[in-house]
T-cell receptor, first 115, second 115 residues
Framework: DSGVTQTPKHLITATGQRVTLRCSPR?????VYWYQQSLDQGLQFLIQ???????AKGNILERFSAQQFPDLHSELNLSSLELGDSALYFC??????????????FGPGTRLTVL | GNSVTQMEGPVTLSEEAFLTINCTYT??????LFWYVQYPGEGLQLLLK?????DKGSNKGFEATYRKETTSFHLEKGSVQVSDSAVYFC??????????????FGQGTTLQVKP
């Protein structure tokens, strides 16, 4: 158990819908990262928050957004869903925000299926 | 930009065989290097890491050495077990001026160990 929790574990929805994925980081970790794992794109970095503020953006679509709340949990919002958004979404956390030696601890993931 | 390339799988070995999974990287600056493992139906777990050149990371019988001269971080294990069957990801953490610890992953290598 990494100490990072993600809910829900599975999500099945229809095209055009909007969903929210939730992540709680390990106790004491200030940074949260979101990654998408799909068969064709592999594991890709989406976005990072550090202590409530956006720190870095990766290959995140404009239909996707995220935020980190004062209690440090984070939510990833996916809207106008398309079939191609079906993937496993991971959240990871680390102590600091821009230190490359930091270890990121991953949650179990949310599997999103768009029908 | 920064990138990671892993040997293609799947890799199929007999129990107690020697394992090598090749990983090479392209990066500016001085990234940290990681191996993560993903067991079926689970999230990513850190296997080992190295944060500077010539460092050797090790855990559970697995080892990898950060070779700056060959830009490599190959994963090795002397004697694999059936329980090592999983997908292995090599990753680097951006150590440049971007001020983020985001991970860039290789495409993953599936290891299957047969009794």
């Amino acid at each position: 158990d990494s100490g990072v929790t993600q809910t829900p574990k599975h999500l099945i929805t229809a095209t055009g819908q909007r969903v929210t994925l939730r992540c709680s980081p390990r106790s004491g970790d200030l940074s949260v990262y979101w990654y998408q794992q799909s068969l064709d794109q592999g594991l890709q970095f989406l976005i990072q928050y550090y202590n409530g503020e956006e720190r870095a953006k990766g290959n995140i679509l404009e239909r996707f957004s995220a935020q980190q709340f004062p209690d440090l949990h984070s939510e990833l919002n996916l809207s106008s869903l398309e079939l191609g958004d079906s993937a496993l979404y991971f959240c990871a956390s680390s102590v600091a925000g821009g230190v490359h030696t930091d270890t990121q601890y991953f949650g179990p993931g949310t599997r999103l299926t768009v029908l | 930009g920064n990138s990671v390339t892993q040997m293609e799988g799947p890799v199929t070995l007999s129990e107690e065989a020697f394992l090598t999974i090749n990983c090479t990287y392209t990066a500016t600056g001085y990234p940290s290097l990681f191996w993560y493992v993903q067991y079926p139906g689970e999230g990513l777990q850190l296997l080992l890491k190295a944060t500077k050149a010539d460092d050797k990371g090790s855990n559970k019988g697995f080892e990898a050495t950060y070779r700056k001269e060959t830009t490599s971080f190959h994963l090795e294990k002397g004697s694999v077990q059936v329980s090592d069957s999983a997908v292995y990801f090599c990753a680097l953490s951006d150590g440049g001026s971007s001020n983020t610890g985001k991970l860039i992953f290789g495409q993953g290598t599936t290891l299957q160990v047969k009794p």
